[in-house]
């Protein structure tokens, strides 16, 4: 079973780039979507994005202006830059492995999202 | 605001039967599939139910899931104070071509 470890700063400035990292221990990379999904305070989840092994991103359209996913497949490794933060992006910040997917594209259980990293809270403040 | 539209809370009694609700609209529920995540305090969220009703490995069949239209339930019966927790339901949007959320339910075990 694959198990997530995420880390990166905790406090960000206005205007500044959030930025968070996630690793992948066991279980393959390959075949899979790696998400990352955010929870703002006194709300729903919200996903981001997300990115294959081979560097293919989707994004959410109300992100996409400000949103970067990179892997690094050697690594098990997808990071997440976020830039122009404010103080509307302070939350928790997760990464999570999402659905698998055949090589003709169709994806399997879309909605399935686990497992999870630990969470990141991510505080936009001067 | 969230794509899907749940009940902010809900509560019940132990052993007793409750049900939470999610709606959504002709963009996801009614042509994908539901999924359900339970969220202890403090931790990440777990899959709870895929494909509607399906329970991964490890999860008990006090939970259960079904959809009908444009709307998915999660029922969990036997209620216990460790059940206690936000509930939220996902589903794939065709029109945002990603995953969308309900804005989660807190289940309070009296």
């Known amino acids: 079973q694959a198990q997530l470890q995420q880390w990166g700063a905790g406090l960000v400035k206005p205007s500044e780039t959030l930025s968070l990292t996630c690793a992948v221990y066991?279980?393959?990379?390959?075949?899979?979507?790696w998400t990352w999904i955010r929870q703002l305070p006194g709300k729903g989840l919200e996903w981001i994005g997300e990115?294959?092994?081979?560097?293919?991103?989707n994004y959410n359209p109300s992100l996409k202006t400000r949103v970067i996913i990179s892997v690094d497949t050697p690594k098990n490794q997808f990071s997440l830059n976020l830039k122009s933060v404010t103080a509307a992006d302070t939350g928790v910040y997760y990464c999570?492995?999402?659905?698998?997917?055949?090589?003709?594209?169709?994806?399997?259980?879309?909605?399935?999202?686990?497992?999870w990293g630990q969470g990141t809270l991510a505080t936009v403040s001067s | 605001q969230s794509v899907l539209t749940q009940p902010p809370s809900a509560s019940g009694t132990p052993g007793q039967r409750v049900t939470i609700s999610c709606s959504g609209s002709?963009?996801?529920?009614?042509?994908?599939?539901a999924y359900w995540y339970q969220q202890l305090p403090g931790t990440a969220p777990k899959l709870l139910i895929y494909?509607?009703?399906q329970r991964p490995s490890g999860v008990p069949d006090r939970f259960s899931g079904s959809k009908s239209g444009t709307s998915a339930s999660l029922a969990i019966s036997g209620l216990r104070p460790d059940d206690e927790a936000d509930y939220f339901c996902?589903?794939?949007?065709?029109?945002?071509?990603?995953?969308?959320f309900g804005g989660g339910t807190k289940l309070t075990v009296l």
């Open positions: 996902a589903a794939w949007d065709d029109t945002l071509r990603g995953p969308v």
């Open positions: 002709s963009s996801n529920l009614r042509s994908n599939s």
């Open positions: 494909t509607n009703y």
């Open positions: 066991s279980g393959p990379f390959s075949g899979f979507y």
């Open positions: 990115i294959n092994h081979s560097g293919d991103t």
């Open positions: 999570a492995r999402g659905s698998s997917y055949a090589s003709n594209g169709h994806r399997y259980d879309p909605g399935w999202f686990g497992p």
